[in-house]
């Protein structure tokens, strides 16, 4: 697989323009994004604590100390629109150049920027990356279908389309058992992935009307994914199939969207449907909802989170062009 490499400017700023909002025992504190209208989203914390986002809107990768308030830019070509980013073990940065159909891996400490370009011009758009724990990375390709694999240490890219047209593989996690797993969100659907075969299967969800949009996984195996269309979570069992659901505290209309868990097995998203968003909490030991928290920014929509363990905290972005920080313990 071919690969190119460019070097990238880099701008440092920094801030202390944050706003910090408590409810239900919740923290949650917002930074502005100096670069306005970029669509900061899906952020990741490195082995340093630097918080990693992308700018969509900005065609830019870049980073967060919140420590000292400091962000780092690095600019990709006009037009890439990066949807979403990972951190590797050396500190690599892959993300998703959605409108440029490849996937990009930046050194931040060179500025060089490495491409993988997608095999099938079918595959115009990869979406959403994780990372597997052999260290591959795992990918969806929404408008093109697929769902994707990059072998890190040949830089080989293996598409696996979806058999349901227009299926939309939006979300994506990696299972206990290194199984992929994905949210349809142009179907009532889920999918996995036969790691022997590499042959896609695909669930259904008990109500057709079912838009999944993002996905997790809990300790215990189970795969649990937001409605967005009808405002439910659900859970579903890898080996029974079973799925069960609830209704989320907004109800039909919250348009649940960014997802996580935590290291309790509680699982995380957020309300978008309303305003401001609101971060809700579920635990599925009571199988009860158990913390409503508003976003003092708006928020507009958060799309994607990331819950760093070793501070306890839920990382997002907004299109209110903020980095939030949710202190959950």
Known sequence: MRYFAIVVPVFLIWTTDSVAIAMDGVQIMEWHVPWENTR?????????????FVGQAGDYVASFDPSSGEFERFDLDSGTGPHNLVVDENGHVWYAGNQKAYIGKLDPQSGQISRYPMPDP????????????????????????????????????????VPTARARPYGIVIALDNRPWIAEFGSAKLATVNLNTMELQELALPRKSARPRRITATSDGAIWYVDYAEGYLGRMDPGMGKVKEWQVPGGSNAGPYGMTVDDRDRLWFVETGRSPNRLVGFDPNKEAFFSLTEIESGGGAVRNMYYHKATGAIWFGTDANTIGRARIR
């Open 122 to 161: 079918a595959a115009k758009d990869p979406h959403t990356l994780v990372i597997d724990h052999g260290g591959d990375i795992w990918f969806t390709v929404q408008w093109g279908n697929f769902v994707g694999k990059l072998t890190r240490e040949t830089g080989k890219v293996d598409l696996i389309p």
């Open 40 to 52: 900061p989203r899906d952020p990741f914390v490195d082995g340093n604590n630097r918080v990693w």
